[in-house]
C-alpha cells in the first residue's frame, strides 16, 4: 500500500485538474490503509478475533484491552525488579498510545479523502499538498513511525507472553 501511496501522490503532483485531486485523495487514501493493515498484522497475532474489528475499533483496543495488559505485566516487572522489562514495556505503552493518535488522524483524513470531495485538497506548490491540514509528506511517513511503533508493541508483548 506505501509503494502505491507514493504512486498516487506522485501522480497527484504532476497532473493537473480534477484528475490531480483524485489522485491525492488516493495517495492518502492508500497511506491510510498501510497503517490499518500494518495495526491489524500486529493486533490480529496477539488475538485472532482482532482481525476483524472495525477500522475505528483499532485505536480502543490499542488504548484498552493492549494497555491493560502492558499495565499490568509493568506491575509484575516492577515487583520481580526486571528493568529491562520494565522499560520494554514503557516503549510499548507510549508506542500504543502513539499508533493509536495516529490511526485516528490517518483515518479521519481517509474518510475525508474518500467521502468529502466538498473540501478540497490544497496544493501549495508544483509538488506539495494537504488534504484537512495533512501534509502529503507527513501522511507518507506515517508507515515508518508505525513499524518503529508496532515493533516496540511486538518486542513487549512477545517477551510478556512467552
Do not use: C
Not at 490503509?33 to 475505528?56: I, Q
Request: proline letters at 1%.
Amino acid at each position: 500500500m506505501q509503494i502505491v501511496g507514493h504512486f498516487l501522490q506522485l501522480e497527484a503532483v504532476k497532473n493537473s485538474g480534477n484528475d490531480r485531486d483524485l489522485y491525492a485523495r488516493s495517495a492518502y487514501n492508500r497511506y491510510y490503509y498501510a497503517v490499518f493493515l500494518n495495526t491489524r498484522t500486529m493486533l490480529s497475532a496477539f488475538n485472532g478475533s482482532w482481525a476483524s474489528l472495525a477500522h475505528k475499533s483499532y485505536p480502543e483496543v490499542l488504548k484498552g484491552q493492549v494497555t491493560q495488559e502492558l499495565k499490568k505485566a509493568r506491575t509484575k516487572a516492577q515487583k520481580t525488579q526486571d528493568s529491562e522489562l520494565q522499560m520494554m514495556i514503557e516503549s510499548a505503552l507510549s508506542a500504543a498510545v502513539a499508533l493509536s493518535s495516529l490511526i485516528e488522524k490517518a483515518y479521519g483524513v481517509r474518510v475525508i479523502a474518500d467521502y468529502e470531495p466538498g473540501i478540497a485538497v490544497q496544493f501549495s506548490s508544483a509538488n506539495r499538498f494537504s488534504l484537512q491540514s495533512v501534509d502529503i509528506t507527513e501522511a507518507h511517513n506515517w508507515h515508518s513511525k508505525v513499524g518503529v511503533w508496532t515493533l516496540a508493541i511486538n518486542k513487549a508483548w512477545t517477551q510478556i507472553n512467552a
